[in-house]
């Protein structure tokens, strides 16, 4: 079953953060628009880039909410795979 989700709840699980870190493997982005007024997302799209990988800062980050994100849906994401 499916559950369409935002694209902040998406970026806020550290998944974009994740899915970026593979994706620059081989120069792509998934690249969010953002409205500097109200923190909106506007527009996302994939990008070809040039940069490799993010900042020490930028991985710390992201590992702890990739982390945070797995500690937090454990059950629900062992529940979504037995049978």
């Not at 079953?1 to 806020?12: G, I, L, N, V």
């Not at 493997?25 to 506007?42: H, K, P, Q």
């Not at 040039?50 to 062992?78: C, H, Q, V």
Request: glycine share 6%.
């Amino acid at each position: 079953m499916d559950s369409k989700r935002t694209w902040k709840e998406f970026q806020a699980s550290g998944l974009l953060w994740w899915v970026n870190m593979l994706l620059h493997t081989f120069g792509w982005a998934i690249t969010l628009i953002v409205d500097d007024e109200t923190g909106e997302i506007t527009d996302s799209y994939p990008a070809r880039v040039t940069y490799r990988g993010f900042s020490e800062k930028d991985n710390d980050e992201g590992y702890k909410k990739a982390t945070n994100y797995m500690l937090n849906n454990i059950y629900r994401l062992k529940r979504d795979i037995e049978d």
